[in-house]
Structures are given as C-alpha cells and as structure tokens.
C-alpha cells in the first residue's frame, strides 16, 4: 500500500512538474511569438518610412529635372530665334544691296 501511494505522489509531482514546464513553453512560445510580431512590425515601419523616402527623393529629382528640361527648351528656343532673326536680317540686307 505504501508503495502505491509513494507512486502516486511521484506521478503527481511529475505531473505537476510536467504542467509547470508545459506552462514555461507556452510562456516562452507566446513571448517569442510576441517578439516577432514587433521585429516584423518594425521592419515594415522602417520598409514604409524608406519607401516614402525614395518616393519623395524620386518627386524632388523629377521636379529638378523638369526644371532642367524647362530651362533647356527656353534655351534652345532662345538660340533658334537669335539665328532666325540673324536670318532675316541678312536676307534684308541682302535685298538692300544693289545689284552688282
């Protein structure tokens, strides 16, 4: 009869040992879960952050080179009136010349 009891105290306290290791994993297991999911959340802030980042650096060169093309155009527009009207003015002074 002894024996039996000292049995049944053994199962208990390795039952009870059992379930309090049980309840360390899950612990452990929901502590890691919950870490991972802040890892994760920060990664995505900072994958978003630098996403809107590039967007804003590409909205900026896209701007400047706009600007750029705008100044060029002018430009060219600018040279092309000059030889025009240097154009013009010598077929006027052409038509001035007498002929020879």
């Given at each position: 009869m002894r024996d039996q009891e000292e049995q049944s105290l053994k199962e208990a306290k390795e039952s009870e040992k059992r379930a309090t290791e049980e309840a360390g994993r899950l612990a452990k297991k929901q502590e890691r879960r919950k870490s991972?999911?802040?890892r994760e959340?920060?990664?995505g802030?900072?994958?978003k952050a630098r996403k809107a980042k590039g967007s804003e650096k590409r909205a900026t060169e896209e701007a400047g080179r706009l600007a750029k093309e705008?100044?060029?155009r002018k430009d060219l527009f600018a040279r092309e009136q000059t030889i025009a009207e240097a154009q013009?003015?010598?077929k006027l002074k052409a038509k001035k010349r007498p002929p020879e």
């Open positions: 991972d999911l802040a959340e920060a990664i802030k900072a994958l705008q100044v060029r013009e003015e010598r």
